[in-house]
C-alpha cells in the first residue's frame, strides 16, 4: 500500500537555526514528490517537484532533496514568516491522478 | 488573478439534508481533485478529475459523489450527510500531465449536527 510519513510532527526553532524535515515514502514506482506549504486558515500553497533520486530544488531559505525512500526539506537560517505547515505528497505511477499527502510538520520559528 | 473558489466557505446543516459544495477555477486547468482535512489524519483525497466527463475515486469516496460537465466546475454533493462528514474541504487543480501541482482554493468548514 502507497504511504507517506513525515516527521516530525512539529518542530520548534529559533531564528537563525537551521534544520530539515522529513518525508518518508512507499511506492511502487515514484511518479512524482510534492512539497506545500500551509498557513493557517488557508489551503495548501505549492513549493516544489522532484521527480528522481538525486534532484533538488531551491526557493530563498528552502532546500528540498529526494532519495529512493524519502526526501529533505532544508530550512536555512529560518526567520518567524517561515513558520507554517509543511505537507510532502506522492503520485504513484501505478495511478497517475491518485496524490498521497503526508501528515505534515508545523514549524514555529521563534523571533 | 487565477484562482480555485470554493462555496460556501462555512456551513452547519443537519444529517440527511443534501448540499452542494461548489468549486470553480479559471485557470483552464484539466486536472481537479477534492480533499478533505481532518486533525491527526491530513488531507485525504475524496474523487479527481483528469478532464471534462473523466472522474475517479481517491481514497476516501464514500458518502460523496462529484460530476465534471465543464472544465471549470468540479462540484461535491454529499446526498445524505452524516456527522463523520464535519471536516475542511479543499478543492484544488492543476494544469495538464501534472496533477502534484496543484492550486487549492480557501477551503469550505462543513459541520454536520
Known amino acids: 500500500e502507497d504511504q507517506v510519513t513525515q516527521s516530525p510532527e512539529a518542530l520548534r526553532l529559533q531564528e537563525g537555526e537551521s534544520s530539515s524535515l522529513n518525508c518518508s515514502y512507499t511506492?511502487?514506482?515514484?511518479?512524482?514528490l510534492f512539497w506545500y506549504r500551509q498557513d493557517p486558515g488557508k489551503g495548501p500553497e505549492f513549493l516544489f517537484t522532484?521527480?528522481?533520486a538525486g534532484e533538488e530544488k531551491e526557493k530563498e531559505r528552502l532546500k528540498a532533496t529526494l532519495t529512493k525512500k524519502e526526501s529533505f526539506l532544508h530550512i536555512t537560517a529560518p526567520k518567524p514568516e517561515d513558520s507554517a505547515t509543511y505537507l510532502c505528497a506522492v503520485q504513484a505511477s501505478s495511478n497517475t491522478g491518485k496524490l498521497i499527502f503526508g501528515q505534515g510538520t508545523t514549524l514555529q520559528v521563534k523571533p | 488573478e487565477a484562482q480555485v473558489t470554493q462555496n460556501p466557505r462555512y456551513l452547519i446543516t443537519v444529517t440527511g439534508k443534501k448540499l452542494t459544495v461548489t468549486c470553480s477555477q479559471n485557470?483552464?486547468?484539466?486536472?481537479m481533485s477534492w480533499y478533505r482535512q481532518d486533525p491527526g489524519l491530513g488531507l485525504r483525497q475524496i474523487y479527481y478529475s483528469m478532464n471534462v466527463e473523466v472522474t475517479d475515486k481517491g481514497d476516501v469516496p464514500e458518502g460523496y459523489k462529484v460530476s465534471r460537465k465543464e472544465k471549470r466546475n468540479f462540484p461535491l454533493i454529499l446526498e445524505s450527510p452524516s456527522p463523520n462528514q464535519t471536516s475542511l474541504y479543499f478543492c484544488?487543480?492543476?494544469?495538464?500531465?501534472?496533477?502534484?501541482?496543484?492550486?487549492f482554493g480557501e477551503g469550505s468548514r462543513l459541520t454536520v449536527l
Open positions: 485557470m483552464n486547468h484539466e486536472y
Open positions: 511506492v511502487s514506482v515514484l511518479r512524482g
Open positions: 522532484l521527480y528522481s
Open positions: 484544488a487543480s492543476s494544469p495538464e500531465g501534472l496533477p502534484g501541482e496543484l492550486f
